[in-house]
């Protein structure tokens, strides 16, 4: 069973940067996506970012691009999100999440089937 543990959020002020993490274990496949997704308190989860393995894909939501970045360490089972110029509206509870390998990443989160328990940032004007 695939458990996903992040870590990394905190409290910045706006313009300031942060790298999220998130800890794979039980994984046995190759293939596989991995999503970052955000919940603000009132809002519907949102789609952040996500990444393919094999082809290296990557999808990101039209609110981050040019500012968040996803990264996979095979070899320490991480995924990252590099966060820069962060503002007041990317404050939420950013969650990763495991799902199906896809030829083309989504940031969808119904494909995606397990979650972590979610790690919470904060950005100030």
């Known amino acids: 069973q695939v458990q996903l543990t992040e870590s990394g959020g905190d409290s910045v002020q706006a313009g300031g940067s942060l790298r999220l993490s998130c800890a794979a274990s039980?994984?046995?496949?190759?293939?596989?996506?991995m999503g970052w997704f955000r919940q603000a308190p009132g809002n519907e989860r949102e789609g952040v970012a996500s990444?393919?393995?094999?082809?290296?894909?990557?999808n990101y939501a039209d609110s981050v691009k040019g500012r968040f970045t996803i990264s996979q360490d095979n070899a320490k089972y991480t995924t990252y999100l590099q966060m820069n110029s962060l503002k007041p509206e990317d404050t939420a509870m950013y969650y990763c999440?495991?799902?199906?390998?896809?030829?083309?990443?989504?940031?969808?989160?119904?494909?995606?089937?397990?979650w972590g328990q979610g790690t919470q940032v904060t950005v100030s004007s």
């Open positions: 999440a495991h799902g199906p390998w896809r030829s083309s990443a989504s940031i969808y989160p119904d494909y995606f089937s397990i």
């Open positions: 990444f393919c393995s094999l082809s290296g894909h990557t």
């Open positions: 039980g994984l046995t496949s190759r293939r596989y996506c």
